[in-house]
Nanobody
Framework: QVQLVESGGGLVQAGGSLRLSCAAS????????MGWFRQAPGKEREFVAA????????YYADSVKGRFTISRGNAKNTVSLQMNSLKPEDTAVYYC?????????????????????WGRGTQVTVSS
């Protein structure tokens, strides 16, 4: 069992930066691949980024590539999302997710149903 708690959301002006963190409980955190998703009002939850259990492989949605960076610290049971050059369209609730199944492809990384555990989300608002 893994419990996930996100933090670091807030209000920021366009062009600014935020760093989201996800704290995981559970002794086997290192066995899980991790992902970040987001959901804007009236829209479906969409993939943002993912990282393999080893931290070697990372995956990004085209909309955030080059601006966001996902990382993990297995010793501290955390996964982070550094968000730079934020845009108003990045406004959403951001969710951390964990999956035991290995990420095999970019398409596979994006599949919500492949994730076993979800946090409750943290709000990110980017003003223009």
């Amino acid at each position: 069992q893994v419990q996930l708690v996100e933090s670091g959301g807030g209000l920021v002006q366009a062009g600014g930066s935020l760093r989201l963190s996800c704290a995981a409980s559970g002794r086997t955190f290192g066995n899980y691949a991790m992902g970040w998703f987001r959901q804007a009002p009236g829209k479906e939850r969409e993939f943002v980024a993912a990282i393999s259990w080893s931290g070697v492989s990372t995956y990004y949605a085209d909309s955030v590539k080059g601006r966001f960076t996902i990382s993990r610290g297995n010793a501290k049971n955390t996964v982070s999302l550094q968000m730079n050059s934020l845009k108003p369209e990045d406004t959403a609730v951001y969710y951390c997710a964990a999956r035991l199944r290995t990420i095999t492809t970019m398409k596979n990384a994006q599949m919500r149903d492949e994730y076993d555990y979800w946090g409750r989300g943290t709000q990110v608002t980017v003003s223009s």
